[in-house]
């Protein structure tokens, strides 16, 4: 069992930045990758980034490559997701959730969810 607690969420202005941060508890967390989605009023939940348990390969939607960084440490059971140069459209609520096996940016892949930080950015 692997419980995810998302903080870091908040307020900002376009081109600004924010570190979202997702903690586990759970002695396997290590063993499970872990992905951000976000989703936004109206719209289904999408694929932001995801990391492997050992962190060694990232992933992430085109939408914020080069933009965003996923990292993790083990030994804290914390995920992070760097934001930078924020746009509007990145306004939403930000969920950390960790899987096992499967395609990294597959909803249905993930077991267990947090309950979701909100992020606006404004213009």
């Known amino acids: 069992q692997v419980q995810l607690v998302e903080s870091g969420g908040g307020s900002v202005q376009a081109g600004g930045s924010l570190r979202l941060s997702c903690a586990a508890s759970g002695r396997t967390f290590s063993t499970y990758a872990t992905g951000w989605f976000r989703q936004a009023p109206g719209k289904e939940r999408e694929f932001v980034a995801a990391?492997?348990?050992?962190?060694?390969?990232?992933y992430y939607a085109d939408s914020v490559k080069g933009r965003f960084t996923i990292s993790r440490d083990n030994a804290k059971n914390t995920v992070y997701l760097q934001m930078n140069s924020l746009k509007p459209e990145d306004t939403a609520v930000y969920y950390c959730?960790?899987?096992?096996?499967?395609?990294?940016?597959?909803?249905?892949?993930?077991?267990?969810w947090g309950q979701g930080t909100q992020v606006t950015v404004s213009s």
């Open positions: 959730a960790a899987g096992r096996g499967g395609s990294y940016n597959y909803t249905p892949n993930y077991t267990y």
């Open positions: 990391v492997s348990g050992s962190a060694g390969s990232t």
